[in-house]
Structures are given as C-alpha cells and as structure tokens.
C-alpha cells in the first residue's frame, strides 16, 4: 500500500517557550496542530520488519524514497522487509504551520520542533498500522542526518536506531574545513586543476580589494550590477562563484569533476 496520505493526517507541533534567563529545560510547551505530509509504502514489508523512515530536511519531499527500490534505502528495506516511511520537514513542501515566513511564524522553524514532530509522527504512524513489532530506524544526509542522529539521542524510547550520514552534529561557526575537503577532493583527481582554481581565487581576492578590481571582477563574471564594498554584496559574490564548486565535489562523480576541471 502506498500513497500520499497528507490530506487527511494532522500531526502534533510542538513549541518549547524559554524561560527568562534560561533555555529550554522545563519549559512550557504550547501545542499547535497542522497538516504535515508524508509517504509511505508496504511493498515490501513483511511480517515482523522493521519501520524504515527517511527524514526530510531543507527542501520539499516527493514519494521517490519509498517508490524506488535502486537506492540503498530501498535496496536495504527489501533485504529486511521494512516498511517505509519519508516526512516532510516543517515549513517546506506543503507542510506549512503558518501562512506566511514573518519573522514570529519562523520562531516556530527549529531543529528542536522537527524533532518533535519526527515523534508525533511516529506515534501515529504506529497506531495507524498496528506494528506488531515496533522498531524505527531513521535515516537522514548532512542536516537531516544531523536530526536523525538527535533525534535517536532525545526520543530513545521510539528510536531503535538513527543511520546518520554526513551529519554536521557539531555547530561550527567558521566550517573552512569543508572547502579543505573540495580542494582536496580537485587535488586528487588533478593536482593542476587544483592549483587552478587556487590562484583564481587568491587572484578575486586581490582584485576585490579595490575599486578597481571590483570593476574588473563584475566585468570578467558579467555581473547584472557593480560590485560594491558592503559585506553583504562580496559574501554573495562569493557564494556564487564558490557554490558551483562545493556542489559538484559534494554530489560528485569521476565525469562531473572532468566537467569542472576542463
């Protein structure tokens, strides 16, 4: 059985409100309800299997995790006959709390919420199957993967086990470690390629202290408007000729990394 089931299910969210001069801990909670869409399917479920649920994160969900057999997802789910489930994560798809994204309907965008709502969910999904034997085992990448791994640490009575890939479960405030990791994944595959890159940007930074140079890099990357000497402006620049780079070493393959050296 498989569908889409987001019309008809309303789920807990969960709003912790800090105490003055304190945190969260012992805090009140308000409870809100809204429509939060997930997929689900017991194609290949078998008696006894486990509940597979694949966290989503900072995009709209679809049903591809639990329709596709080819990833390892799949693949796995089909080994232990698992049920499948995939959640949208709040304030993304048509899993909307509020109407609008003010900065008062976003006090309700946490990790700590998406945490509550991953147990509703389970709670419901629970009784609405009938599990004879219970065990959810979650699944997530980079920011999911980190909710995936808290969530096994804050929920333990409903969690079983967390796969957490990529998970950033540490706060770092300056990650240049990360771009370490995409020259050195340009290194490996061509150390002139690498060294490329490497003068291109120490030449933007030159080039960038100026007004001059600020001239020239909206001419040379054909800029819609000229560069201006505001940090906002020059981190967006940056992100934009960097971001290609990061996205293709992190979703890479042999042949996307020939297309961004050539």
Known sequence: MRGDTAA??????????????????????FMSSYPLRYWYSTQ?????????????????MSSGWVDSGNSQFGMLAKEVGAAVFTLEHRFYG??????????????????????????????SMNDKFKFSHIRW????????????????QMYPDYIYASVASSAPVQA????????????DALNNYS?????????????????????????????????????????????YFYEAIIDPYMSEIQNSNAATIANLCS
Not at 172 to 183: A, F, H, Q, R
């Open 191 to 235: 150390p002139k390629c690498a060294e490329s890159v490497h003068t291109g940007f120490l030449k933007i930074n030159e080039l960038m202290k100026t007004f001059e140079g600020q001239k020239r890099l909206t001419s040379l990357f054909n800029s819609c408007y000229q560069l201006k000497n505001d940090s906002d402006n020059i981190n």
């Open 44 to 60: 290949w479920y078998k008696p006894n299997g486990p509940q597979f649920l694949m966290i989503g994160g900072e995009a709209a």
């Open 94 to 123: 048509e899993s909307q709390p509020t109407r609008d994204l003010t900065f008062e309907s976003l006090k309700f965008l946490t990790s700590e919420q998406a945490l509550a709502d991953i147990k509703a969910f389970i709670i």
């Open 172 to 183: 770092i405030v300056d990650n240049s470690g990360y771009l370490e990791v995409v020259l």
């Open 137 to 152: 085992i979650v699944f997530g990448g980079s920011y999911p993967g980190a909710l995936s791994a808290w969530v096994r």
């Open 8 to 29: 008809d299910n309303t789920l807990d969210a969960f709003q912790k409100a800090k105490k003055e001069g304190g945190g969260p801990k012992n805090a009140a909670i």
